[in-house]
T-cell receptor, first 114, second 115 residues
């Protein structure tokens, strides 16, 4: 199935460090979402972006909807051990009719060492 | 407010059997989506139901089917189970059409194991 290009694949960092991950696509998206998934659980929505150029924060998390509508990034500042998990970007594409089908990135595995 | 709920949590079947997975959306949400997440892989879109009708379908064989009930809950049926159907099946829901309806909220998933 179709997936977005997400990087990096994995990150192993020290507690307190900042983290940055991004998603790119060759197609235009009209919504970008960022989710976090912990083992054996469903993805939890972190941030939703609806407009090109939009910059949104949620606590230590900041995400932006790229101006070209083909990319998005997520930053986590001052990481803590509970930030561990897999982070997925997801987007919905611009179609004539509503498809509401989310296309997911390949995920970024984040490990934080205390 | 209760989130998306799914049942059962775990399901073990043998090859050739049928599996039925259930999902209840967030109150007020009319759209329900099903995704398959195989171990080590990303989420693959399966089905989208809205107002009781199937609106879109992913690239899966016809033995994956489902339905949405008048109360907006949904069922996913997988017939003639194969070993590669073993995965975490995730259900998500969203608001009716309008601004922000692309935002989907996920349930905890059903872990299906096919032996």
């Amino acid at each position: 199935g179709q997936q977005l290009n997400q990087s990096p694949q994995s990150m192993f960092i020290q507690e307190g460090e900042d983290v940055s991950m991004n998603c790119t696509s060759s197609s235009i998206f009209n919504t970008w979402l960022w989710y976090k998934q912990e083992p054996g659980e469903g993805p939890v929505l972190l941030i939703a972006l609806y407009k090109a150029g939009e910059l949104t924060s949620n606590g230590r998390l900041t995400a932006q909807f790229g101006i070209t509508r083909k990319d998005s990034f997520l930053n986590i500042s001052a990481s803590i051990p509970s930030d561990v998990g897999i982070y997925f970007c997801a987007g919905t594409r611009m179609y004539g009719g509503a498809t509401n089908k989310l296309i997911f990135g390949t995920g970024t595995l984040l490990a934080v060492q205390p | 407010e209760a989130g998306v709920t799914q049942s059962p949590t775990h399901l073990i079947k043998t090859r050739g059997q049928q599996a039925t997975l259930r999902c209840s959306p967030i109150s007020g949400h009319t759209s329900v989506y099903w995704y398959q997440q195989a171990l080590g892989l990303g989420l693959q879109f399966l089905l989208w139901y809205d107002e009781g009708e199937e609106r879109n379908r992913g690239n899966f064989p016809p033995r994956f089917s489902g339905r949405q009930f008048p109360n907006y809950s949904s069922e996913l049926n997988v017939n003639a189970l194969e070993l590669e159907d073993s995965a975490l099946y995730l259900c998500a829901s969203s608001l009716p059409h309008g601004p922000g309806t692309d935002t989907q909220y996920f349930g905890p998933g059903t872990r299906l194991t096919v032996l």
